[in-house]
């Protein structure tokens, strides 16, 4: 059995004539953290999206949980996304819904699982993250810290193989940071495999198993998370780090 949960070969992906994606050879370690890295524009979000379907690719492969998918096939995505949990930027919660019906949707509709073993995960998950008192409460009435708590743990009741999170702090005022970064920290040191995408420097060399540093649709550099954040092998990465002013 293999050990990365991910497996990327000869990836490519376009939007019209720009190539925004170029011949992406990655893998991603199981029970462990990959962070990926770059500038803005560099391809690091389209590159995590197209991890759970989100984000059709024009040829290359990916093999996920040993199964290998081709370019935009939508059946096979359908039955891997039920394994992968993912966290945006934007919260997208449901403003007609309270914390608690965003949170049990998918598992009740989706995976058929039990209404009490659910609220009972539900409850204990908005416990782990603070808001064990917002359960009746609509995103209306939540900061934006607290929106993005219900989007992580919408996606972890949902039992996740993998979670992707997507500059999951990059709308949230400095001080509400801090406390999503913690719980990622925490998953972190459950073993659950991760890919994240962050410009948090200081959070990612705390967590970082792995790094995949990219620029213009191309990995510059990849390799282990001490070694790029300590000692980068390339003059680009060495840059990007320094303007970081990490």
């Known amino acids: 059995m293999s050990e990365h949960l991910i497996e990327v070969r000869n990836l490519n992906k376009f939007y019209g004539k720009k190539k925004v994606l170029d011949e992406i050879n990655v893998t991603i370690p199981k029970n462990k953290v990959t962070v990926l890295l770059g500038p803005s524009g560099s391809g690091k979000s389209t590159m995590i999206r197209?991890?759970?379907?989100?984000?059709?690719?024009?040829?290359?492969?990916?093999?996920?949980?040993?199964?290998?998918?081709?370019?935009?096939?939508?059946?096979?995505?359908?039955?891997?996304?039920?394994?992968?949990?993912?966290?945006?930027?934007?919260?997208?919660?449901?403003?007609?819904?309270?914390?608690?019906?965003?949170?049990?949707?998918?598992?009740?509709?989706?995976?058929?699982?039990s209404r009490e073993e659910v609220i009972k995960k539900a409850r204990d998950l908005l416990k782990e993250v603070g808001l064990e008192d917002y359960e009746n409460a609509y995103p209306r009435e939540l900061s934006g810290g607290q929106k993005q708590r219900v989007a992580i743990v919408r996606a972890l009741i949902l039992n996740p193989e993998l979670m992707?999170?997507?500059?999951?702090?990059?709308?949230?005022?400095?001080?509400?940071?801090?406390?999503?970064?913690d719980i990622l920290k925490n998953l972190a040191n459950q073993n659950l495999t991760m890919v994240i995408v962050t410009h948090?420097?200081?959070?990612?060399?705390?967590?970082?198993?792995?790094?995949?540093?990219?620029?213009?649709?191309?990995?510059?550099?990849?390799?282990?998370?001490?070694?790029?954040?300590?000692?980068?092998?390339?003059?680009?990465?060495?840059?990007?780090?320094?303007?970081?002013?990490?």
């Open 50 to 113: 197209t991890f759970n379907g989100l984000e059709p690719f024009n040829s290359g492969t990916i093999t996920l949980f040993g199964e290998t998918i081709a370019a935009n096939n939508k059946k096979q995505w359908a039955i891997i996304q039920t394994r992968i949990g993912m966290v945006f930027q934007s919260y997208d919660l449901f403003p007609n819904m309270t914390v608690i019906k965003n949170i049990l949707l998918g598992p009740l509709k989706v995976q058929k699982r």
């Open 164 to 181: 992707l999170f997507d500059e999951v702090t990059a709308s949230l005022d400095p001080e509400m940071v801090r406390g999503i970064l």
């Open 200 to 246: 948090e420097m200081n959070f990612a060399r705390q967590v970082a198993d792995k790094v995949i540093f990219l620029e213009n649709g191309k990995i510059i550099e990849q390799g282990d998370g001490q070694s790029f954040f300590e000692n980068p092998t390339t003059k680009r990465a060495e840059a990007f780090l320094e303007s970081m002013s990490f």
